[in-house]
């Protein structure tokens, strides 16, 4: 039985499915699941993330928790943890980056939240020789110091959409229509979670919820707020969700997400504002909100491009230059994509968070 047969036994058993029922069979059902049963990067896969882009991000990152690190007391005992870590390159380049800060990988302990057994098979080779732990939950972190990096890991936990009608939402289902996959409406219903964006909505607006995320930041941010460390969370999106983003990505291509279930990668924009009340609730400060192109740049991304271009030429060269300006510009990544970091109160940001 294929994916899209699964779907619509399920959708004629149950009714139409939510964006996150989708979501979550499609990308992760055992044996069909898009991240179950592939190695998704690179030129040869459907996305390329900025670590497969260039060194120089890993690089940064490392060095902003190393001087985390040193300024809370440099602790003997913490976990450098990264969730979703893909084929292990931005941890490869934080290890690499942070092997002249002295202690720091003694006391490390190197966690990687990973659930595709293709890509964890993967970071273990690339990673060969530092002994990563591999966890299935945030819930499995150490009680200990946590210095953590989840760089387009939010963007594919599971959303759901809800349509503004008059004073109220309909939720976005996807049902079935002979042998296809289509859209459609739920009824009209209060929705509690919705009840704030009466005010800056109109009929017809589309706003997404993603609950998954709530639970998962809220681990961390305790985890911090209790034992101190830091956390850097990168993605697509922005402060409130506004919109429909929910999307489908095949051979670096936008696709219908409805057409091939299993066959592409499925994410939606990260809505930031929940993700920095849940820490503040749990106790953890957060950083405002910096678009990626300004964090790089405060840590000094512009001089690293410049020393790394001066041992090049030819294409290498104008290759190092592209992947600078796809990183940091503001057409590029440079807006789109925005960097929220979480440390302990009263501690510092992390370097390139300052306010």
Same mark, same amino acid.
């Given at each position: 039985?294929?994916?899209?047969?699964?779907?619509?036994? @399920?959708?004629?058993?149950?009714?139409?499915?939510?964006?996150?029922?989708?979501?979550?069979?499609?990308?992760?059902?055992?044996?069909?699941?898009?991240?179950?049963? #592939?190695?998704?990067? =690179?030129?040869?896969?459907?996305?390329?993330?900025?670590?497969?882009?260039?060194?120089?991000?890993?690089?940064?990152?490392?060095? &902003?928790?190393?001087?985390?690190?040193?300024?809370? =007391?440099?602790?003997?005992?913490?976990?450098?943890?990264?969730?979703?870590? $893909?084929?292990?390159?931005?941890?490869?380049?934080?290890?690499?980056?942070?092997?002249?800060?002295? !202690?720091?990988?003694?006391?490390?302990?190197?966690?990687?939240?990973?659930?595709?057994? /293709?890509?964890?098979?993967?970071?273990?080779? /690339?990673?060969? !020789?530092?002994?990563? @732990?591999?966890?299935?939950?945030?819930?499995?972190?150490?009680?200990?110091?946590?210095?953590?990096?989840?760089?387009?890991?939010?963007?594919?936990?599971?959303?759901?959409?809800?349509?503004?009608?008059?004073?109220?939402? #309909?939720?976005?289902? %996807? +049902?079935?229509?002979?042998?296809?996959?289509?859209?459609?409406?739920?009824?009209?219903?209060?929705?509690?979670?919705?009840?704030?964006?009466?005010?800056?909505?109109?009929? $017809?607006?589309?706003?997404?919820?993603?609950?998954?995320?709530?639970? %998962? %930041?809220?681990?961390?941010?305790?985890?911090?707020?209790?034992?101190? +460390?830091?956390?850097?969370?990168?993605?697509? !999106?922005?402060?409130?969700?506004? =919109?429909?983003?929910?999307?489908?990505?095949?051979?670096?291509?936008?696709?219908? *997400?409805?057409?091939?279930?299993?066959?592409?990668?499925?994410?939606?924009?990260?809505?930031?504002? *929940?993700?920095?009340?849940?820490? @503040?609730?749990?106790?953890?400060?957060?950083? #405002?909100? /910096?678009?990626?192109?300004?964090?790089?740049?405060?840590?000094? %991304?512009?001089? @690293?491009?410049?020393?790394?271009?001066?041992?090049?030429? !030819?294409?290498?060269?104008?290759?190092?230059?592209?992947?600078? #300006?796809?990183? /940091?510009?503001?057409?590029?990544? =440079?807006?789109?994509?925005?960097?929220? +970091?979480?440390?302990?109160?009263?501690? &510092? *940001?992390?370097? +390139?968070?300052?306010?």
């Amino acid at each position: 039985m294929s994916l899209q047969d699964h779907l619509l036994a @399920r959708i004629a058993q149950d009714g139409p499915m939510s964006v996150a029922d989708f979501m979550t069979d499609c990308l992760l059902h055992p044996t069909h699941g898009y991240y179950t049963t #592939r190695d998704p990067l =690179g030129t040869q896969g459907d996305f390329i993330t900025a670590p497969e882009i260039s060194q120089m991000f890993g690089e940064l990152i490392g060095l &902003s928790l190393a001087q985390s690190w040193l300024d809370q =007391g440099h602790p003997p005992n913490f976990v450098l943890a990264e969730l979703g870590p $893909g084929r292990g390159t931005l941890m490869a380049d934080i290890l690499r980056a942070t092997s002249r800060v002295p !202690g720091f990988h003694v006391a490390a302990e190197i966690v990687l939240l990973e659930v595709s057994p /293709t890509l964890r098979s993967i970071q273990a080779q /690339t990673l060969k !020789g530092y002994d990563p @732990r591999w966890i299935d939950s945030v819930a499995d972190l150490p009680e200990a110091p946590l210095f953590l990096i989840a760089n387009e890991f939010f963007d594919a936990l599971p959303i759901r959409q809800f349509q503004r009608t008059g004073n109220g939402w #309909r939720e976005r289902l %996807i +049902g079935a229509a002979g042998n296809a996959l289509i859209w459609g409406l739920g009824p009209l219903a209060e929705q509690v979670a919705l009840k704030d964006r009466l005010d800056d909505t109109k009929d $017809g607006d589309v706003v997404e919820l993603c609950a998954a995320a709530i639970p %998962i %930041i809220t681990v961390i941010a305790g985890r911090i707020a209790t034992h101190g +460390g830091a956390g850097v969370i990168v993605d697509y !999106g922005d402060w409130h969700s506004q =919109g429909d983003t929910f999307q489908a990505l095949r051979a670096h291509e936008r696709a219908d *997400p409805l057409a091939v279930p299993g066959q592409a990668d499925l994410t939606a924009h990260v809505d930031f504002e *929940p993700l920095a009340l849940a820490t @503040r609730a749990a106790g953890c400060a957060h950083s #405002r909100l /910096t678009p990626q192109g300004v964090f790089l740049e405060r840590l000094g %991304i512009t001089t @690293r491009a410049q020393t790394l271009s001066a041992q090049l030429d !030819g294409s290498k060269r104008d290759d190092l230059i592209a992947a600078h #300006r796809r990183l /940091t510009h503001p057409e590029e990544m =440079g807006n789109l994509f925005k960097v929220l +970091g979480l440390y302990p109160s009263p501690s &510092s *940001p992390p370097p +390139g968070l300052e306010p």
